[in-house]
């Protein structure tokens, strides 16, 4: 059983910046696709980008594009979403899910990962 904690949230201003971090419970996460969502009160979730297992793929929402990236470290035991020039409505609870084997191509699918994060809450002042 894999477990997912994420860590780095939190109150920042409009244009501000913020990490977000993925660690998991296992020594590393090689073989896994992670997957970043958020969700806002009231909301759907909204899948927000992807980091592939076998080549580090990454895909992202248009929603983030060019202002989010996703990476993971050289040991593999954490993966980040450096999240830049926030936006209000950028607030929402964000959480990181993996599955192994994927790709990334459907990666907006929750369906197609297997462990979960509780989240962390991301909140963007104006």
């Known amino acids: 059983q894999l477990h997912l904690v994420e860590s780095g949230g939190g109150l920042v201003q409009v244009g501000g910046s913020l990490r977000l971090s993925c660690a998991a419970s296992?020594?590393?996460?090689?073989?896994?696709?992670i997957g970043w969502f958020r969700q806002a009160p009231g909301k759907k979730r909204e899948a927000i980008s992807c980091i592939s297992s076998s080549d580090s793929r990454t895909v992202y929402a248009e929603s983030v594009k060019g202002r989010f990236t996703v990476s993971r470290d050289n040991a593999k035991t954490m993966v980040y979403l450096q999240m830049n020039s926030l936006k209000p409505e950028d607030t929402a609870v964000y959480s990181c899910?993996?599955?192994?084997?994927?790709?990334?191509?459907?990666?907006?699918?929750?369906?197609?990962?297997?462990?979960w994060g509780q989240g962390t809450q991301v909140t963007v002042s104006s």
């Open positions: 899910a993996a599955t192994t084997g994927f790709d990334c191509s459907n990666y907006a699918s929750t369906a197609e990962y297997d462990y």
């Open positions: 296992e020594s590393t996460l090689d073989y896994y696709a």
